[in-house]
């Protein structure tokens, strides 16, 4: 599991390994952080969910079962996105792309107290493409300087990345964030000057310099910057695990603490940080995983 459209560090091969990996690519001023925004409710229709995709960089749909109240849900000791009514509660699992074929597991906790009990699932095998790029070499092999602060954005992400805000999100279908052909970039194994490099973790949008960035669904920004790999990048919270970013930004017309409303321009696309060209780099992160933006994509 990867973040932005660039990573140095090599893969991990554990859970947390992969997502300190993933959150090494930004770097954000230490703040405190805005809950969603109040109005969104905790019980969308199963029609505006995402697709289940049970492959590693999916989201697997595991249902559990009815009750009055919403049980908690896990995996590891990662909270979930638990989303449905009384007649039937879901969980909603970000599969990360370092993982492996075959048998996973939630645990869920009755809201009534009691111990925990295990749902299983499949991860089923998927094949992503390679893609080789050619960037300056000091954007590969990185200096002492650009490692210390490739370092200082890796240790702040882990922190931002792990918010679970209530309300939960009222939807979960997002419209694109920008015009443009949207590329099948997501899962690619990236190939930097002929080093390997973990999966891009993101959709990349082809767009212009200056073309409106709009939020896909409401939310809170709950951090901007302009960072080593990604340039200037935006980031909101859309309640329940569920976050979003936008990289290589010309301009960002938010700020943190910001609400903002489905369809209001957060930002201008750009060409800032370490990118071949313009474009809108877009990632997804659910339960701290970064997941194909295409299975939120609703036209």
């Known amino acids: 599991m990867l973040f932005p459209d660039f990573n140095v560090s090599p893969s991990l091969p554990n859970r947390r390994g992969a997502l300190i990996c993933a959150l090494s690519l930004l770097t954000l001023?230490?703040?405190s952080v805005t809950a969603a925004p109040a109005a969104r409710t905790s019980r969308p229709s199963p029609a505006m969910w995402p697709r289940a995709s049970q492959v590693p960089g999916g989201v697997a749909r595991l249902s559990l079962g009815s009750g009055k109240t919403r049980p908690a849900a896990h995996d590891g000791d990662v909270p979930l996105l638990v989303i449905g009514s009384s007649?039937?509660?879901?969980?909603?699992?970000?599969?990360?792309?370092?993982?492996?074929?075959g048998e996973a597991h939630i645990s869920v906790l009755p809201p009534e107290g009691g111990p925990s009990r295990e749902i299983g699932y499949t991860i089923a095998p998927k094949q992503y493409s390679v893609q080789r790029l050619k960037v300056a070499p000091g954007t590969v092999d990185l200096s002492p300087e650009d490692?210390?602060?490739?370092?200082?954005?890796r240790t702040h992400l882990e922190s931002v990345t792990s918010i679970f805000s209530e309300?939960?999100?009222?939807q979960l279908h997002m419209r694109v964030p920008a015009p443009g052909r949207r590329s099948g970039s997501f899962g690619l194994r990236r190939v930097f000057n002929g080093q390997s490099r973990n999966p891009h973790s993101g959709m990349d949008i082809a767009a212009g310099t200056g073309v409106p960035v709009l939020a896909p669904l409401p939310?809170?920004?709950?951090?901007?910057?302009?960072?080593?790999f990604n340039g200037n990048t935006v980031w909101l919270d859309h309640g329940g695990g569920l976050l979003t970013m936008y990289c290589h930004l010309s301009r960002i017309d938010v700020q943190r603490g910001d609400m903002?409303?489905?369809?209001?321009?957060?930002?201008?696309?750009?060409?800032?940080?370490?990118?071949?060209?313009?474009?809108?780099?877009w990632s997804v992160m659910l339960n701290r995983v970064m997941v194909d933006p295409a299975l939120f994509i609703t036209a």
Do not use: C, M
């Not at 490692?147 to 954005?153: G, L, M, T, W």
């Not at 939310?219 to 080593?228: A, H, K, P, Q, S």
């Open 29 to 31: 001023p230490s703040t």
């Open 87 to 101: 007649t039937e509660w879901t969980a909603l699992v970000g599969i990360p792309l370092s993982a492996q074929p």
């Open 147 to 153: 490692q210390a602060r490739y370092n200082r954005e």
């Open 167 to 170: 309300p939960l999100p009222q």
């Open 219 to 228: 939310g809170t920004v709950i951090d901007t910057g302009d960072y080593f």
């Open 260 to 281: 903002v409303k489905t369809g209001e321009r957060i930002a201008l696309v750009g060409a800032t940080g370490r990118v071949t060209g313009p474009h809108l780099h």
